[in-house]
DNA sequence: TTCCAGGTAGTCG
DNA sequence: CGACTACCTGGA
């Protein structure tokens, strides 16, 4: 099935690479083909591969299922994904009345939250992300579903699943446990990699095990997603490896929570800067802050300033500068 | 080679 | 509460 989706269906601009590329850790990056982004989707429990492009103002949509998938499904989902149904211009409305935040519209025209296909796997990779440069844990996120996802193939191109969170929750640990588990006699130098270490996700293993464990059992993503902003929030920071920094990600990202406003370092610096003459305030404060100044539109504030930051030099700036 | 980035959990006051 | 530090790993 293909089809355009028209500047008339959504609400303001959309620019697609700029919206997959801008570093969101709800998900790593999609796949990359001369400007059309494939990734294996699920739509009504059914898998689906969804190459979209931009093409002008407008998204070119494909999509290949084994069984047919409506029109209508495929169009809400993609909605949902880019978040369509946000109103950009309303938006810019809102940062042009600060000063210190209409600069960052220019940079950052038609770039929208990247929301997260797969709930389960925008967390466990939040998690990953959680003091981890972002080559590192989109390589651990692409090993965890080569190794354990559901292979389909579409043509010649193939595409995992993020593996469920039964699965996750009964991986190895690490080598030693994927060695105690082996009854077979193996050659002495037999190098295990079926386990979690292996993938480079370090001393989160165990807390990417233990949240899937208590996501199988008792913590339910469909309620979260029904549950206001603060319930949810006190709700996931229960997960092991689930900071508040992680935990504004999977609700800006992964939820599409608007009001979260995700504090990383960066982001803590450049409030600093321009809201606090340069003065270091504590983190949790910094989240205060953002929550307060920019309401409903924290989430999008805090992607929009930050991509503002790494484009404009000033990012480098304050690293150098040091404060 | 050592050093360092970068959130969370744990400990201590 | 706030301040401090260990934690895996990969890139400088």
């Known amino acids: 099935m293909e089809f355009l989706l028209n500047p008339d ?3 303001g601009p959309c620019n697609l690479s700029l919206t997959i ?6 998900q790593p990056a999609w796949k990359e083909n001369q400007g059309v982004f494939s990734e294996l989707v699920s739509i009504k429990k059914e898998a689906c591969l969804l190459k979209v492009a931009q093409q002008d103002g407008s998204l070119k949509i494909n999509a290949e299922s084994r069984n047919n998938i ?6 809400q989902r993609i909605r949902q994904i880019f978040d369509l149904d946000f109103d950009l211009d309303q938006l810019y409305d809102f940062l042009r009345e600060d000063p210190k935040l209409e600069p960052t519209i220019d940079f950052c025209q038609g770039m929208r939250l990247f929301i997260a296909h797969d709930p389960f796997e925008c967390i466990i990779s939040s998690i990953s992300s959680a003091n981890c440069s972002i080559l590192r844990w989109s390589r651990s996120i692409r090993d965890i579903k ?18 469920s969170p039964k699965i996750i929750s009964q991986l190895p640990e690490h080598d030693l446990e994927e060695m105690q588990r082996c009854e077979d006699h193996l050659p002495e130098d037999f190098q295990f990699n079926n386990n979690l270490q292996a993938c480079g996700v370090g001393y989160r293993a165990k807390y990417i095990i233990k949240t899937a464990e208590m996501i199988q059992n008792e913590i339910s993503l469909h309620k979260i997603a029904k549950m206001d902003y603060g319930d949810a929030f006190d709700t996931i920071l229960e997960l092991p490896g689930v900071g ?7 609700l800006l990202y992964g939820f599409g929570m608007g009001e979260a406003f995700p504090v990383d370092v960066w982001i803590k610096r450049i409030i600093c800067h321009l809201y606090f003459d340069g003065k270091d305030v504590a983190v949790p404060k910094i989240r205060d802050f953002g929550m307060e100044q920019f309401g409903e539109y924290a989430g999008y504030t805090q992607l929009y300033l930050f991509h503002y930051a790494r484009k404009s030099g000033l990012l480098d700036k304050l690293t150098t500068k040091k404060k």
């Open 70 to 75: 409506s029109e209508k499904a495929l169009k």
């Open 146 to 163: 080569y190794k354990w996802g559901n292979p389909y193939s579409f043509g010649d191109e193939s595409f995992y699943t993020f593996p």
């Open 21 to 26: 590329n801008s570093g969101q850790t709800s």
């Open 244 to 250: 508040p920094k992680v935990a504004d990600c999977i």
């Open 9 to 11: 269906e959504f609400k």
